[in-house]
C-alpha cells in the first residue's frame, strides 16, 4: 500500500497514496522506550522547547508568521504513548503546490522550516536559550497537570496508572510533574542530541507532494547514524485472582466508572484479530452488547464502551454514571462481560462487529492522520499493514470470540465520585 | 428534475445541486478516489427554536427547553428495533447532533452506500415515538446533561453566553436541564417533529466517489411528496443590544482558570453574502491581533499569562453573533485587561497592512484544507446554507475583501462596552 525508501538507516520514509488530497500532511515519528521518569519528562519536553524556534526562525512568533506565508501551513508537536513507547511526532500540513496562488511549494516550504526546527535549534554554547526552557517548563507542567479537566479521561488515566503501577507503562508520555523542574538547559541539550541521532525515525507523506524534492531534503538534514531498534513492550501481568478496588474523591456531578482487563493476547500474535472483533461485540461502539444493556435497556448512562490498549494487551471499559448506580453498572458490565466469555454471541453480533472495524479499517485512507498512526503503531508491533487486518479479521470466528475473551481477567475497578455521593 | 452546476475557482470543484418538488435541497460532491461516503440529512432546527407558530395555525407553541435534541435522541427508534441495527447490517457508521441550530442526521461507510443512504432517508422521515420510548430516554439525556455539567470547557461556553445575552435561547445548553425534560412528552416531540421535519426545512448533503445522476435518482425516489405548508414562525424574545452582565465565575476542579472573554455582535447584516463578508472579517481581525503570530501573543505567553490553547473564533446564527478568545490562563482578570488595552492601542495606532495581507493568505489556505476533510465540510455547508449562504461564494468575498473594510469592521465589533468575560476556575 505505500512505498517506502530509505534516507538513512533507521531513517524510513514511506509514501502514502494521496492524489485526491489539495493538502500534503508529513508526520515524522520518534520512537523511544517510555523507560523511566526522568528520560519520560526530558524527551516530553523536547518538542516543546524546539517550537520556540530555530537559527533561521529564531522565534515561535516567527515560525508562525513564516508558516501564514505558506498559506497557514499547520504545525504540530505532539507525544504519543504506544504501548511502552513514547512516541515524539512532529507533523506539518501545507496545501499542495497547485493551489498556491503564488511563490514558492508551501510543502517544500513548510517541511524545511520543520527540519530546520528540528535539526538546528535556536541555542547557544551551553544548550537551549535558558528564557525558552523556562518557559515551556512551565507549559509542560501545566499540561502534566491539564489531565483533571477532562473527568472521562482522567477516570481512565487514573485506572491505567493504579493498574499497571510498577510497570513501564504506568508512567505518563507527558512525564512527571516533579521531574520537571529538575532539568536543566544543558542536560535537555545533550538529552536531545542523543535522541534526534540514536532513535529510530519514521516519516509518512500523503498528498499530491514532489517526492523526489522530498527525499533529497530529508536527506540533506538526516545524516547517517547508529540508530536503535524499535522499543519492545513487556506483557501485561497476571492479575493473581483478585480484583483490585480503587475509589477517589472529586467536586463533580457524575461518578466515573472504569474497569481495567488483562487481555493476554498479545498485539502481534494471530489471536489479536480475534480480540479485535470481540472487543468490538463486547463495548465497540452503538450496536455493542454495553451500548444495547447499560445504556439502552437500563438507561443507567449516556455513555458505556471499551478500548484495547492493544501494544500492552489491556482493555478498558468506561462509562459515566449516577453515584448511586456504580454497582448496578459493574454487574451489567460483567454480565455482557461474561456473555462473551461464554460464547453468547450472534452470528449477527459477530458480522456487525466485522463490518465495523471494516469500515474504520478502508477509512483510514481517506485519513491521513489516522493512518499515520495507524502504521506506526503496527511498525511496533507485528508490522502488519491494512490488508492483512481485513483478512485475519474476516476470517474470525464465534469460537474465536469465545476462546480468547474467555482468558481475559478483570483486574481494576476504579471510581471516580463526589462529595454529593456521601 | 433539474440540476445546478456550481463551480468554485479557488478549489476546483463543483456542487451539483437540485431541488425536490417538497422543498428539500439536495446537494451533491463528487469525489473521486475516496473510499468513504458520507451523507447529513439535516432540519433547520435546533435548540433556539423553542418558540413557534407552525404554518396554519393561529396560536403560537412554546414548548420545554432541550426538546430538539431529545428528538434527535428518539428518531433512531423504529416499531421492532434501533435503526442503529440496520447501519450495523450494512457496515455503516452512523449518528445525529443536536446544535442550537441544527439538527443533523449522519453516516459514513465505505460499502452498501445505496441500502445506507435509503435507511438514512426512511428513519428521518418516520419518526416512532411511544410513552415508554419517550420515558427510557430520559435517564440516558439526564446523564449527557450530568456529564457536561462536569466539564469546564463546556460551562465556561454557556456562562460566557449567559453574559452576554439577557434572553436569546442561544444561552441556553442545546440538551436543556434535568428539570426541562421532566415536561417533554410523547406528543410534544410529534408537535416539534410536524412542524421542524417538514421536507422544505430540511436539506440534504452527501459526499463521495458517486454516481451523480443515479444518486440524485435514488434520493428524489425516497422523499415523500409533501406540499408547501407556509413559514414557520420562529419567535424569539426581545433582545437588548446591551450585554447582560460583565463576569461571571464558576467553581469546577480544573488544573488552571480557563476563560472565554468576547463582545457581543450589534450589527446585523440584511443578506446572506453580508453575514459572510462579517465572519471572514471579523475572523481575520481575531487573527491578526491574537494570532500564533502576533505581538501580543508573543508577549503573553513569554510572560506566562497564555498557553498553546489561547484561540479565537467567530459565532454567528439567527439573531445573535460574538467574538470569543479562549485561554487558559492563572489571571483571566489580567488577561481580559491586557485583551482591552491592545485593542486601544491598535485603535490608536491602527491595523497592519502587512499583517492583513499575510492573514489573508493563511485565510486562503484553510479554506482548501478544510475542504480535504470531506464530512466536516459537508456539515458546515449545510449549516451556512441554513443561514442563506452557500460556501461556494467564499472565493468573491475572498477577491472583494479590503483593507479599509477590515478597518471598519475592527472599529465597530471591538468595544469594550459589550465585552464581557467568564471564568471557571478551582476553588
Known amino acids: ?422 | 428534475m433539474e440540476i445546478k452546476k456550481k463551480t468554485n475557482s479557488f478549489l476546483n470543484e463543483t456542487i451539483y445541486e437540485a431541488h425536490h418538488p417538497s422543498g428539500c435541497g439536495v446537494y451533491l460532491l463528487n469525489k473521486p478516489g475516496f473510499h468513504n461516503y458520507y451523507a447529513v440529512f439535516a432540519t433547520d432546527y435546533g435548540s433556539v427554536d423553542s418558540s413557534f407558530r407552525a404554518p396554519g395555525e393561529s396560536a403560537a407553541a412554546t414548548v420545554p427547553d432541550g426538546i430538539a435534541h431529545y428528538l434527535e435522541h428518539k428518531m433512531f427508534e423504529e416499531p421492532d428495533r434501533n435503526i442503529f441495527d440496520d447501519f450495523a447490517k450494512q457496515g455503516a457508521n452512523a449518528n445525529a447532533f443536536t446544535s442550537s441550530e441544527m439538527t443533523a442526521y449522519l453516516f459514513s461507510c465505505t460499502e452498501h452506500f445505496e441500502e445506507n443512504l435509503k435507511t438514512l432517508l426512511h428513519y428521518v422521515q418516520n419518526p416512532y415515538f411511544t410513552d415508554e420510548n419517550v420515558e427510557k430516554e430520559r435517564g440516558i439525556i439526564g446523564q449527557e446533561i450530568r456529564m457536561y455539567d462536569d466539564h469546564p470547557y463546556w460551562r465556561v461556553t454557556y456562562n460566557f453566553l449567559g453574559l452576554l445575552y439577557h434572553n436569546h435561547p442561544v444561552k441556553l445548553d442545546t440538551a436543556g436541564t434535568v428539570e426541562s425534560i421532566s415536561h417533554i412528552t410523547k406528543e410534544l416531540l410529534y408537535r416539534c417533529y410536524n412542524t421542524f421535519y417538514h421536507l422544505s426545512n430540511m436539506s440534504l448533503f452527501i459526499v463521495g466517489d458517486l454516481d451523480v445522476e443515479r444518486t440524485f435518482q435514488l434520493v428524489f425516489e425516497n422523499l415523500r411528496d409533501q406540499k408547501y405548508p407556509g413559514e414557520i414562525e420562529r419567535i424569539y424574545p426581545e433582545e437588548p443590544s446591551s450585554i447582560c452582565g460583565k463576569k461571571k465565575i464558576q467553581y469546577l476542579p480544573v488544573s488552571m482558570p480557563m476563560a472565554i472573554l468576547g463582545y457581543k455582535e450589534t450589527v446585523f447584516p440584511e443578506d446572506g453574502l453580508g453575514i459572510m463578508e462579517r465572519q471572514i472579517e471579523t475572523e481575520l481581525v481575531l487573527e491578526m491581533l491574537f494570532g500564533k503570530s502576533s505581538a501580543f501573543y508573543e508577549t503573553y505567553y513569554q510572560q506566562g499569562l497564555i498557553n498553546d490553547s489561547f484561540s479565537n473564533a467567530y459565532e454567528s446564527g439567527k439573531g445573535y453573533a460574538y467574538s470569543e478568545i479562549f485561554a487558559e490562563t492563572p489571571d483571566p482578570e489580567k488577561l481580559y485587561s491586557a485583551v482591552m488595552e491592545e485593542v486601544e492601542r491598535v485603535r490608536r495606532e491602527g491595523l497592519s497592512k502587512a499583517d492583513f495581507e499575510r492573514t489573508k493568505k493563511a485565510l486562503y489556505g484553510a479554506y482548501i484544507m478544510d475542504f480535504d476533510r470531506a464530512d466536516d465540510f459537508a456539515n458546515s455547508y449545510v449549516s451556512w446554507k441554513f443561514k442563506g449562504i452557500d460556501m461556494f461564494e467564499f472565493d468573491s468575498v475572498y477577491r472583494s475583501m479590503t483593507f479599509d473594510n477590515l478597518v471598519l469592521r475592527f472599529k465597530e465589533h471591538f468595544v469594550e462596552e459589550n465585552a464581557v468575560l467568564s471564568i471557571v476556575r478551582s476553588k
Open chain 1, 1 to 422: 500500500m505505500s512505498e517506502m525508501i530509505q534516507i538513512t538507516p533507521g531513517v524510513t520514509l514511506h509514501v502514502l497514496p494521496g492524489d485526491k488530497f489539495k493538502t500534503t500532511s508529513i508526520g515524522v515519528y520518534f520512537c523511544r522506550p517510555l523507560d523511566n521518569k526522568p528520560n519520560v519528562t526530558r524527551a516530553a519536553l523536547i518538542p516543546l522547547v524546539l517550537r520556540r524556534g530555530s537559527k533561521k526562525y529564531p522565534s515561535a512568533r516567527a515560525i508562525a508568521t513564516a508558516l501564514e506565508e505558506y498559506y497557514g501551513a499547520a504545525l504540530g508537536v505532539s507525544v504519543l504513548k504506544r504501548g511502552e513507547a513514547q512516541v515524539l511526532r512532529f507533523g506539518v500540513k501545507a496545501l499542495s503546490k497547485q493551489f498556491a496562488l503564488e511563490g514558492d511549494d508551501p510543502v517544500i516550504g513548510a517541511l524545511s522550516l520543520l527540519l530546520d526546527m528540528l535539526f538546528d535549534p535556536v541555542a547557544d554554547e551551553k544548550g537551549f536559550l535558558e528564557e525558552n526552557v523556562a518557559i515551556e517548563k512551565e507549559d509542560l507542567k501545566d499540561d502534566i497537570k491539564s489531565i483533571i479537566n477532562d473527568k472521562r479521561e482522567y477516570a481512565l488515566f487514573r485506572c491505567k496508572e493504579l493498574m499497571c503501577e510498577g510497570e513501564s507503562f504506568a508512567l505518563s508520555e507527558s512525564g512527571d510533574y516533579d521531574e520537571v523542574d529538575k532539568i536543566s538547559r544543558e542536560d535537555l541539550y545533550s538529552f536531545y542530541q542523543d535522541l534526534i541521532g540514536s532513535a529510530p525515525v519514521d516519516i509518512f507523506i500523503c498528498g499530491q507532494a514532489d517526492v523526489q524534492e522530498v527525499t533529497k531534503l530529508l536527506k540533506s538534514y538526516f545524516k547517517p547514524s547508529c540508530r536503535q531498534g524499535y522499543p519492545k513492550t513487556s506483557p501485561s501481568r497476571t492479575t493473581g485472582g483478585t480484583i483490585r478496588r480503587f475509589s477517589e474523591e472529586m467536586d463533580v456531578n457524575q461518578g466515573k466508572l472504569c474497569i481495567g482487563f488483562r487481555t493476554h493476547t498479545e498485539a502481534d500474535s494471530e489471536d489479536y484479530y480475534a480480540l479485535m472483533v470481540a472487543n468490538e461485540i463486547f463495548g465497540g461502539g452503538v450496536s455493542s452488547k454495553l451500548f444495547n444493556n447499560v445504556r439502552e435497556k437500563l438507561s443507567l448512562a449516556y455513555y458505556a464502551s471499551s478500548r484495547l490498549e492493544k501494544l500492552k494487551g489491556l482493555m478498558f471499559v468506561s462509562s459515566g454514571v449516577e453515584f448511586k448506580n456504580f454497582e448496578k453498572a459493574y454487574d451489567e458490565i460483567v454480565v455482557q462481560f461474561q456473555e462473551v466469555q461464554k460464547g453468547n454471541v450472534e452470528r449477527e453480533e459477530l458480522e456487525n462487529a466485522k463490518r465495523a472495524l471494516k469500515n474504520a479499517l478502508l477509512s483510514l485512507d481517506d485519513s491521513p492522520r489516522q493512518l499515520q498512526d495507524f502504521m506506526v503503531s503496527n511498525l511496533l508491533s507485528s508490522g502488519a499493514d491494512v490488508k492483512t487486518y481485513l483478512e485475519k479479521i474476516e476470517a474470525v470466528t464465534q469460537d474465536d470470540v469465545k476462546r480468547v475473551f474467555a482468558r481475559i481477567e478483570i483486574d481494576t475497578v476504579y471510581q471516580l465520585t463526589g462529595p454529593a455521593a456521601k
